[in-house]
């Protein structure tokens, strides 16, 4: 399987899929150590080879450390490349410090948690949450300079509202220090496409890697309940549990989900770098790897076409239910933040 893989061009060569661990830290469901590590062993050696966290995601970087440090005679640490995030702390804004101070502390840290001399990738987390000056006047010129030292090899930004993520990247291409890396979460899936419009604009700003997280919208397009945290508006929420009705009226015929039509979609998508995909057991690991191996064959996004009737016709109906929500996005930083 790690042959369908590919790696995209550039200094770091990364896998076509990433394993998102933000999962390890039960937000999705119990994540116990044992599972992390099955799953990060079950990524390896299916060559995926970008591991994704954040200290603002409970526990997983620690989880993350331990199963790298457990299967580090199969896979030496130059045969992998760990992102981790630094700025956010927790769910208020009163929990986020882009402090120049504070952005060196937490390197440290994340590389002891880690178990490593080095990150390969670090990104502000969730840029929307802070003013833009902070960003790019204190954040990144500090992350700039752990690069320069050999602490971080790329320097990026994540966030959800597009326009800010932009224009961190066009100021940062004015100003000669364009960023590495731009990751994006929850703008291309099955309900929303808002991602496309904007990778020319961010391959403008010079953004070497572009990473669309999250292709099934935070567990919105699932089969089972949504989380009860989902910041989606109950309009969209209402028509994914048609959709869901839809996929099971359909099950004995179809034999499909519709979290699988969800990564056949937007795993077909192929303007971005890497797809990063939470998964906690290593049966999720190859799952997601499954559905991309299928995404490449169906190319959903450009040609819309299964070769099965059926579900071709469960497809163009999930479609139309959620067309109205292509352009969609929800308020970040919610309200109440």
């Not at 969730?126 to 300079?145: G, H, N, S």
């Not at 496309?196 to 935070?218: Q, W």
Request: charged fraction near 20%.
């Amino acid at each position: 399987m790690a042959n369908s893989i590919n790696l995209v061009a550039g200094r770091l060569p990364l896998s076509k899929i990433g394993l998102g661990c933000g999962v390890f830290s039960g937000a999705y469901g119990l994540a116990p150590q044992a599972d992390a590590t099955k799953a990060v062993r079950a990524a390896l050696r299916n060559g995926v080879n970008l591991v994704d966290t954040s200290p603002y995601y409970g526990d997983s970087e620690l989880k993350l450390g331990s199963a790298l440090l457990e299967v580090k005679d199969e896979f030496p640490r130059s045969s992998y490349h760990i992102c981790t995030k630094v700025g956010r702390y927790g769910y208020h804004i009163s929990d986020f410090d882009y402090s120049a101070k504070r952005i060196s502390e937490s390197v440290y840290e994340s590389m002891r948690r880690l178990h490593t001399d080095y990150l390969d990738i670090v990104l502000c987390h969730d840029v929307e949450f802070v003013d833009i000056a902070q960003i790019v006047d204190v954040t990144l010129p500090k992350l700039l300079e752990l690069k320069q030292q050999g602490l971080v090899r790329k320097v990026g930004i994540s966030g959800y509202p597009l326009e800010v993520l932009l224009r961190i990247c066009q100021i940062q291409q004015e100003r000669g220090t364009p960023l590495d890396v731009c990751l994006s979460y929850c703008n291309f899936n099955l309900h929303c496409q808002a991602l496309t419009a904007f990778v020319p604009k961010l391959r403008a700003a010079g953004v070497e890697t572009i990473i669309a997280a999250s292709p099934l919208s935070m567990g919105l397009l699932c089969d089972g309940e949504t989380p009860e945290w989902h910041p989606a508006k109950p309009e969209l929420k209402n028509a994914v549990k048609q959709c869901i009705d839809l996929v099971q009226s359909c099950n004995e015929e179809s034999k499909i989900s519709l979290a699988e039509i969800a990564e056949n979609y937007a795993f077909s998508y192929s303007d971005v770098d890497v797809h990063l995909v939470g998964a906690k057991t290593a049966q999720e690991v190859e799952h997601a790897l499954r559905a991309y191996a299928r995404a490449q064959q169906l190319q959903l996004y450009a040609f819309g076409k299964y070769e099965d009737d059926n579900i071709q016709s469960i497809y163009s109906q999930i479609k139309t239910i959620l067309e109205p929500f292509a352009e969609y996005t929800w308020l970040s930083p919610p309200s109440n933040a």
